[in-house]
Antibody, heavy 124, light 113 residues
Framework: EVLLVESGGGLVQPGGSLRLSCAAS????????MLWVRQAPGKGLVWVSR????????TYADSVKGRFTISRDNAKNTLYLQMNSLRAEDTAVYYC?????????????????WGQGTLVTVSS | DIVMTQSPDSLAVSLGERATINCKSS????????????LAWYQQKPGQPPKLLIS???TRESGVPDRFSGSGSGTDFTLTISSLQAEDVAVYYC?????????FGPGTKVDIK
């Protein structure tokens, strides 16, 4: 059974930092690209970032580019999202997501599995 | 960026009746080399993460009831629930995975009338 368990959310002041983790199990983590998607309270879904299988290729939404860094540790089956210079508009539930199987060079498959999410609140 | 729109914003349907949700993309999400539409549908129930229902515009995921169906091509797509059940109350999102950022529609809330 595929399991994605996020952790690291919480309350942080504007301008602060937070690191989210996602522990993956039930599949060969190193064979799948991974993503983060967020959802502000009562709002829709927004794709945040993605990373390829080896961690050498990353892509970000414009709204987080330069502030967030996605990374992974395939030995620990864990995905990360380092969030710096946080703003009130970053307040959201952050989901760790596994898409379907992708090629080594591109990933355009739907999002098969989602974690339960971790809430990040940016407020003074 | 590809902008996804959905209509209606919400709808209420009687149990056993048909529910139809429309999704439109600002540019085609049909990849001509493989004739696949890079369009997915998700269901999100309150307090839960989204669940993938349909891939490639019309391919139902394993375990998804056959009352759910997807259709359309290019820029215009439809999700149909042929006979609404109580457990189908949720918000439904379309999403394009044709190009990054992989954008979602704003969602359509489905309730029981």
């Amino acid at each position: 059974e595929v399991l994605l368990v996020e952790s690291g959310g919480g309350l942080v002041q504007p301008g602060g930092s937070l690191r989210l983790s996602c522990a993956a199990s039930g599949f060969t983590f190193s064979s799948f690209w991974m993503l983060w998607v967020r959802q502000a309270p009562g709002k829709g879904l927004v794709w945040v970032s993605r990373i390829n299988t080896g961690g050498s290729s990353t892509t970000y939404a414009d709204s987080v580019k330069g502030r967030f860094t996605i990374s992974r540790d395939n030995a620990k089956n864990t995905l990360y999202l380092q969030m710096n210079s946080l703003r009130a508009e970053d307040t959201a539930v952050y989901y760790c997501v596994r898409p379907g199987y992708c090629s080594s060079t591109s990933c355009h498959t739907p999002f098969d599995y989602w974690g339960q999410g971790t809430l990040v609140t940016v407020s003074s | 960026d590809i902008v996804m729109t959905q209509s209606p914003d919400s709808l209420a349907v009687s149990l056993g009746e048909r529910a139809t949700i429309n999704c439109k993309s600002s540019q085609s999400v049909l990849y001509s080399s493989n004739n696949k539409n890079y369009l997915a549908w998700y269901q999100q129930k309150p307090g839960q993460p989204p669940k993938l229902l349909i891939s490639w515009a019309s391919t139902r995921e394993s375990g998804v009831p056959d009352r759910f169906s997807g259709s359309g091509s290019g820029t215009d797509f439809t999700l149909t629930i042929s006979s609404l059940q109580a457990e189908d109350v949720a918000v439904y999102y379309c999403q394009q995975c044709y190009s990054t950022p992989f954008t979602f529609g704003p969602g359509t809330k489905v309730d029981i009338k």
